[in-house]
C-alpha cells in the first residue's frame, strides 16, 4: 500500500520567511496529492491540492509542486505569518474519491 | 448545514470495555472515513466506505469494526477497549470532487485506561 513520509517534524522559521515541507509517496499510481492545515485542538482542513498532470499549483502565499518522477512534492509558503503556525499533513491517493494516505505531519512555528 | 458531526466529544473507556463512536454527516456524501490520530503519528486510516452496505479496511483495522446502513450515518465500533486505542478519532466524508477535499468532524478524544 501507498506509504507518505513528510520531513522535517517540525520546523521554525522567522515571520515574513519562507517554510518548505517536503514528502515522498511510493505508490506510482497516486494521482492526487492534497495538504491539509491542523491549527491547535480543531480538526485538519484542506488548502491546497495538486494533480499529477500539473506540476505547480499557487494560491496566495501558498504553493505546492510535484515531481512525479521522483514521487515527492513540497509545500511552500511565502511571507509567513503568526497564523500559518499550524500542523500541515500531506497526503496521497490515487483518486480524489478514493482514500487519503497520510504522512506523520509537520509542526510549523512562525517566530516573531 | 451541521457538517461532519461526532459524538462523543471525549470519552474515557476501561480496558475490555466496548463503545461506538457515532459519526454522522448531512451533505449526502457518498465517502466516508474514520482516522485516529497518535501525537506525531499522522492521521492513521481505520476504516473507510465508498458508499451505503459498502466498507473496507484502511491501514489499521485491528480492533474496530464499522457499518454503513445508511448515506448519513458511519458508526466506529471498539470492542474490547486496549491502552493502545487510547487516540483522537476523526471521522471524515468526501464527495469525491477534488475542490472539496475531505470535511472532518471535530474528533472524540478517547482514552483507555
Known amino acids: 500500500g501507498e506509504n507518505v513520509e513528510q520531513h522535517p517534524s517540525t520546523l521554525s522559521v522567522q515571520e515574513g520567511d519562507s517554510a518548505v515541507i517536503k514528502c515522498t509517496y511510493s505508490?506510482?499510481?497516486?494521482?492526487?496529492f492534497p495538504w491539509y492545515k491542523q491549527e491547535l485542538g480543531k480538526r485538519p482542513q484542506l488548502i491546497i491540492d495538486i494533480r499529477s498532470n500539473v506540476g505547480e499549483k499557487k494560491d496566495q502565499r501558498i504553493a505546492v509542486t510535484l515531481n512525479k518522477t521522483a514521487k515527492h512534492f513540497s509545500l511552500h509558503i511565502t511571507e509567513t505569518q503568526p497564523e500559518d503556525s499550524a500542523v500541515y499533513f500531506c497526503a496521497a491517493s490515487i483518486r480524489p474519491d478514493d482514500k487519503i494516505i497520510f504522512g506523520k505531519g509537520t509542526r510549523l512555528h512562525i517566530l516573531p | 448545514n451541521a457538517g461532519v458531526t461526532q459524538t462523543p466529544k471525549f470519552r474515557i473507556l476501561k480496558i475490555g470495555q466496548s463503545m461506538t463512536l457515532q459519526c454522522a454527516q448531512d451533505m449526502n456524501h457518498n465517502y466516508m472515513y474514520w482516522y485516529r490520530q497518535d501525537p506525531g503519528m499522522g492521521l492513521k486510516l481505520i476504516y473507510y466506505?465508498?458508499?451505503?452496505?459498502?466498507?473496507d479496511k484502511g491501514e489499521v483495522p485491528n480492533g474496530y469494526n464499522v457499518s454503513r446502513s445508511t448515506t448519513e450515518d458511519f458508526p466506529l465500533r471498539l470492542e474490547l477497549a486496549a491502552p493502545s486505542q487510547t487516540s483522537v478519532y476523526f471521522c471524515?466524508?468526501?464527495?469525491?470532487?477534488?475542490?472539496?477535499?475531505?470535511?472532518f468532524g471535530s474528533g472524540t478524544r478517547l482514552t483507555v485506561v
Open positions: 471524515a466524508s468526501s464527495s469525491g470532487a477534488v475542490e472539496k477535499g475531505y470535511t
Open positions: 466506505s465508498v458508499g451505503a452496505g459498502i466498507t
Open positions: 505508490d506510482s499510481a497516486s494521482n492526487y
